[in-house]
């Protein structure tokens, strides 16, 4: 596709292009066999009605961002294109950001360890849980990003969805694993398997080739991968971490994205509680 071939060379960063490609895989099955001039109101409809069966509102509005972008590429290089773009015109008003916050419970986790299928998949999903880092940073981690005396992750900026250098600490037992896993496994990708075919060794591409199985078996459906995310957040506040430090390590700009965990810190409530009712109104509840 030519939209690929001019914005895949520095204009775009690689997470948006990797986004790109996800919508386009969306979209196909619905505007492959049309030209752009027959893509209209009728036709974006129908997109937000097939993909809101399966996926979030945040999804659905990234596609159409997606076929927007198309529709400005080709009004901008391609002589013969549309003259207007029938996604700026489209109403979005009713697709509506949902800020899910689906966390794991620690006995739902150890439901979906038990339920891989190798040692692999079960490290991966204990890394996405144990750190907070994203499906893509994941699948695209190198031995070298991990610094094993430092306990750490570096996450470079072609990489980060911000653009800036992060760097995730890893607690003892899981940098324990991952340097074992490095030394077992050839070349510099952190996560890769042996086909079973060509007994090749090849990368994660996509880890929902093997998550969509892992939690059917733990019979946890509604658990998206990015939902490890979400949890190892909510085992942060949780534990009294600091909402700082985790805006850190998860990569965020500003407090708000964090904030949502923030009624999950319940420690001070038991401090109040125990305050109240245990020093000042003791002598009533005897």
């Known amino acids: 596709m030519d939209f690929f071939e001019v914005n895949g060379h520095g204009r775009l960063k690689p997470k948006t292009i990797q986004n790109y490609e996800t919508s386009l ?49 080709a009004i901008g ?8 773009n029938p996604v700026l015109s489209f109403s979005k008003r009713h697709l509506k950001e949902q800020a899910r916050t689906r966390w794991l ?25 144990l750190t907070g880092m994203r499906h893509t940073e994941l699948s695209s981690l190198r031995k070298g990003m991990i610094n094993f005396q430092k306990k750490e992750v570096i996450l470079d900026v ?21 340097e074992q896993l490095c030394l077992r496994t050839p070349g510099d990708l952190v996560f890769c398997y042996m086909h079973g075919a060509t007994r090749e060794w090849r990368s994660y591409q996509n880890f929902s080739n093997f998550w ?24 942060w506040v949780q534990a009294n971490g600091d909402l700082l430090r985790l805006r850190d390590i998860l990569g965020h700009s500003s407090l708000q994205m964090v904030q949502r965990y923030a009624h999950l810190n319940t420690g001070g409530h038991h401090a109040e509680i125990n305050e109240v009712f245990e020093t000042h109104f003791a002598h009533s509840l005897e």
């Open 25 to 73: 895989r969306a979209v196909a099955p619905l505007f492959s066999e049309l030209s752009l001039d027959e893509i209209r109101t009728d036709q974006l409809k129908q997109l937000v009605r097939e993909r809101r069966k399966t996926v979030s509102d945040t999804s659905v509005k990234r596609d159409l961002a997606f076929v927007s972008s198309v529709f400005s590429h």
């Open 105 to 129: 419970r620690p006995h739902e986790y150890d439901r979906l360890i038990e339920s891989c299928q190798n040692p692999t998949q079960a490290l991966v999903i204990k890394t996405a849980t």
């Open 212 to 235: 969509d199985g892992v939690r059917t078996r733990a019979n946890l459906k509604d658990v998206r991968f990015h939902d490890l995310r979400h949890t190892f957040a909510s085992w």
């Open 77 to 84: 290089t391609m002589p013969q294109a549309p003259e207007t």
């Open 158 to 178: 072609d990489l980060t969805k911000n653009g800036k250098e992060r760097v995730v600490p890893l607690c003892a037992s899981l940098c324990f694993d991952l």
